[in-house]
């Protein structure tokens, strides 16, 4: 199946940190991934990962149990993916630093998104979950450890004390965390390799690289989700790593949420793209330069973030995506392929809540929502905008011929992250700007210009009480969407409380459209579908 393509491995990722599937879910979608062309899984848990002892208090309310980790591990075997399982080990680890026990280990007191690297425990519990982890994964050949992302990094106290000696530096201190984390894997287990995202890595001097023992602990995964990807810079970078001495190199692409927060149904177009021109990244170098590539499909920018689309929304991305880089295209015959494997008439129009191909729901298209929680279904779960209206998907038609790659000096696809000074939240508002039917609609869409998650520190240093939540004034007549609210407009909506400032919103944007009955302004309807979404989960959130 792979001869075609540059990509030994192909691993779909699944992110559970919100709207996780059932395993039920999972047993009919597998053997799906597999027809597409996957061989492997990277499964990032998060919180959904049965904990145990001192690390119990970081399950969420519906973690999976050991027998469905098992069960799903099986499931994966019998559908020949390999399974890389993925443990936050430095930035992104709100799930754990969120908690009073471990607010000690922040790197900054009040944004619980960094470890500190300095504290021995933090070692101790990052080991801690590596081993767990690992107990319940006894085949697994690869662990991936993370590492993206790390905001504030130099700028807790222990840090800045550390960083007025001569010759330290963040990158320093960021490769020792990284080198001792790798090395915790190696002794537990020699057999396992261990990956981390490239993007701390990336502006780091060669001499530095190759000197700080990194290169032979681990295996970078460089991670880029822009359609108009810097093909000769990406390559550059391929070689700089090489230089550096890593034996193996992944590439990362997207198939959703990477294109907006918010964001319902996924961009495919703009996914294709991303897949095309990593297709030409690998074709610029020699043979098997890249061991394999993920294709990532976040469900949210971060643990506080609101839920972008869900997996079942995102199938169609999905095997246009793999089936492209399996036949190094996308023309009709691939579209064709693909509209057979999902038993669809045509791609052209998907309606994710009516059966297609024979009549039979298929897994990406069933109803009720196939989430991991004991809830009751709601009729606006998968598919449905607010007032019952289907999402009706317009993919996209055969691409043309791929342009040349870009030219050297065309600009990184990653903004500089000294763009976003501490402090601050940068949520793009995908589809919730002026367009009226912003983010059920693929053409109304944001643009994030290749950020993968935008980070979200907290609003308080309490323990598991997540975002700060606002009071908000009371409303005349209760709305169905007030309550537990948590829409596309992150910083308007406040948890726990009604739609905040949503009227005065929707009178600014839309002026005299919608006077005392902006009940039918869109952002409204938005918020609406998003709410009804989290009350099915259980709490604002999704999570317990």
């Not at 106290?157 to 090395?183: D, F, I, P």
């Not at 550096?244 to 319902?264: I, M, R």
Request: net charge neutral; aromatic share 6%; charged share 15%.
């Amino acid at each position: 199946m792979s001869g075609s393509t540059p990509f030994q491995m192909r691993l779909v990722h699944l992110d559970l940190k919100g709207a996780p599937p059932k395993v039920s879910y999972l047993s009919e979608i597998f053997p799906l991934f597999r027809a597409l062309g996957a061989n492997g899984l990277l499964i990032e848990y998060e919180d959904m990962f049965p904990y145990e002892g001192p690390l119990r208090l970081l399950r969420a309310k519906y973690a999976y149990s050991p027998s469905e980790i098992k069960e799903i591990l099986h499931l994966a075997g019998l559908n020949e993916l390999e399974v890389i399982p993925l443990v936050q080990t430095f930035g992104h680890m709100e799930f754990v630093l969120k908690h009073t026990a471990f607010a000690h280990l922040r790197e900054v007191g009040s944004f619980p998104c960094t470890l500190n690297p300095h504290e021995a425990e933090s070692l101790a519990l990052v080991g801690a979950m590596i081993d767990q982890v690992l107990e319940l994964h006894p085949g697994a050949q690869r662990l991936h450890i993370g590492c993206d992302e790390v905001y504030y990094l130099g700028e807790g106290e222990a840090s800045r004390r550390w960083l007025q000696q001569e010759q330290n530096s963040t990158g320093k201190l960021c490769l020792s965390h990284m080198r001792a984390v790798a090395s915790g894997v190696k002794a537990r287990r020699p057999s396992v390799t261990p990956l981390v995202w490239d993007d701390m890595l990336r502006d780091l001097p060669e001499d530095q690289l190759a000197a700080s023992g990194v290169p032979q602990l681990v295996e970078p995964v460089l991670w880029d989700y822009t359609a108009d990807l810097d093909v000769h810079g990406k390559v550059l970078l391929m070689q700089k790593y090489r230089r550096c001495g890593f034996p193996q190199l992944w590439a990362a692409s997207a198939f959703k949420g990477a294109t907006g927060p918010s964001q319902a149904v996924p961009p495919v177009e703009h996914h294709l793209r991303n897949h095309v021109q990593w297709l030409q990244v690998a074709g610029s170098g020699p043979t098997d330069s890249l061991q394999g590539i993920i294709l990532t499909g976040w469900q949210r920018y971060d643990h506080y973030s609101v839920l972008c689309e869900l997996l079942p929304a995102g199938v169609p991305s999905l095997a246009a995506c793999l089936q492209l880089l399996l036949r190094g295209g996308f023309d009709e015959d691939v579209k064709a392929k693909v509209e057979n494997l999902l038993g669809i008439s045509s791609l052209e129009k998907t309606d994710p809540g009516s059966p297609q191909g024979g009549g039979r729901l298929l897994p990406w298209q069933q109803h009720p929502c196939p989430c991991h929680t004991s809830q009751p279904p709601s009729a606006q779960l998968c598919g449905c905008a607010a007032g019952g209206q289907q999402v009706c998907h317009w993919l996209v038609q055969p691409l043309p011929p791929p342009a040349e790659a870009h030219p050297p000096g065309h600009g990184s696809a990653h903004p500089a992250r000294s763009a976003q000074p501490p402090g601050t939240v940068e949520h793009p508002r995908a589809g919730a700007g002026g367009c009226p039917a912003a983010g059920f609609l693929p053409g109304c869409r944001g643009g994030v210009a290749g950020g993968k998650r935008a980070p979200q520190p907290a609003a308080a240093a309490s323990s598991a009480a997540g975002p700060q939540r606002g009071v908000c004034p009371p409303a005349a007549t209760h709305q169905p969407w007030q309550g537990r609210c948590s829409g596309p407009l992150r910083g308007e909506l406040m948890p726990g409380g009604s739609c905040w400032r949503l009227g005065g919103l929707c009178t600014a944007k839309w002026p005299g459209q919608y006077g005392p009955t902006w009940a039918s302004c869109p952002l409204a309807q938005q918020c609406l579908a998003h709410t009804q979404f989290l009350r099915a989960l259980g709490s604002p959130w999704g999570r317990d």
